[in-house]
């Protein structure tokens, strides 16, 4: 047997439906286990996604408290961050357990191959997600927050009061920031989502170089058309905000340029892996090169 064969594990059907509902078993239990820690410091959780809105209300003289509405959305909002904590928690358990179901289907090769971006695609998701709650969600609430002063102001000036400080008259009413802890939580979770999903790009274009569909040349052959996707991309998961766009934009761009360099070096030792085989047929690279050369 070399290894590049399948493992001898080839089984019924009803055997393999079984050991996926196994699979499945030892996942749910893991979810559970690690929900019922999250909810125990579910609080806790909770104060450390709201410290960008409390930083940005203690900046600005204010009492940093949120609110809720109606009797059960605390309730309902810890019972949310525990299943999302939950989650975290148990992604080891349930990444092995799939790569457990998984792995005797493959090959050898695909295994060393498909195994570090299991490792490596919850790594890009956190440093994602980081970045979303250090950097992006304080410049966000900061803009939004900061907004309702910005317009009694700009009035201000337009009415010709040569400053933008608030008139006596602007203060008979006034508007203050009493913020939901349901909103503001789904506020900073899509940041964190939309941010860590965002990090997966390099995984997921090495992951279809590697499998041969994209390439490093036809990546930077789109590359216009993946600046208006990636522009569009951050319009939608982002508030209406420009500084929060322009970062997710810079990002994601960023992460595009480094997926090219990623697919080249994947070709690269393809290349090398198939000159030391002696498969690699120069001429067909020359052909393609002339080809190139021809139609420019």
Same mark, same amino acid.
């Given at each position: ?18 050991? $996926? ?16 820690? #999250? ?5 806790? /959780? ?10 940005? $209300? ?27 904590? &939950? ?9 092995? *357990? ?29 440093? %994602? !997600? ?28 337009? +009415? ?7 008139? +006596? =008259? ?14 503001? $939580?789904?506020?900073? @979770?899509?940041?964190?989502? !939309?941010? %860590? @999903? #965002?990090? *997966? $790009? ?9 499998? %041969? ?46 997926? /090219?360099? @990623? ?8 290349? =090398?892996?198939?000159?030391? *085989? &002696? ?11 002339? &080809?190139?050369?021809? &139609?420019?």
């Amino acid at each position: 047997m070399t290894e590049n064969d399948i493992d001898d594990s080839s089984a019924p059907l009803i055997e393999h439906l079984a050991e $996926l509902r196994t699979r499945l078993i030892y996942s749910v239990i893991a979810f559970l286990v690690g929900m019922v820690i #999250c909810f125990t410091i579910a609080e806790p /959780i909770l104060n450390f996604l709201s410290q960008p809105i409390a930083d940005v $209300l203690r900046a600005r003289g204010e009492d940093p408290r949120l609110i809720f509405t109606a009797p059960q959305e605390k309730f309902f909002v810890l019972i949310r961050i525990s299943m999302i904590g &939950g989650f975290a928690i148990a992604f080891p358990v349930i990444a092995h *357990q799939l790569w457990r179901f998984i792995a005797p289907g493959l090959y050898k090769t695909e295994k060393n191959a498909f195994l570090p971006f299991m490792i490596s695609s919850p790594l890009l998701f956190l440093v %994602g !997600a980081s970045f979303a709650h250090f950097v992006v969600t304080p410049l966000a609430m900061n803009f939004f927050i900061g907004f309702s002063d910005a317009i009694p102001a700009l009035a201000n000036l337009v +009415a010709g009061q040569g400053d933008f400080e608030p008139s +006596a =008259a602007s203060q008979e009413m006034t508007t203050v920031f009493l913020g939901s802890v349901r909103e503001s $939580l789904d506020l900073s @979770l899509k940041f964190i989502f !939309a941010f %860590g @999903l #965002c990090f *997966q $790009l390099p995984v997921l274009l090495t992951l279809m170089g590697k499998a %041969g569909l994209v390439s490093a040349e036809g990546l930077i052959a789109v590359r216009k058309y993946a600046v208006v996707g990636i522009l569009v991309l951050a319009a939608l998961v982002t508030p209406p905000d420009v500084i929060t766009q322009v970062i997710l934009f810079v990002v994601v761009y960023g992460l595009y340029e480094l997926s /090219i360099q @990623l697919v080249k070096r994947v070709e690269r030792k393809r290349e =090398a892996e198939l000159r030391a *085989q &002696g498969l690699w047929d120069e001429d067909d690279t020359d052909d393609e090169v002339a &080809g190139k050369g021809a &139609g420019s």
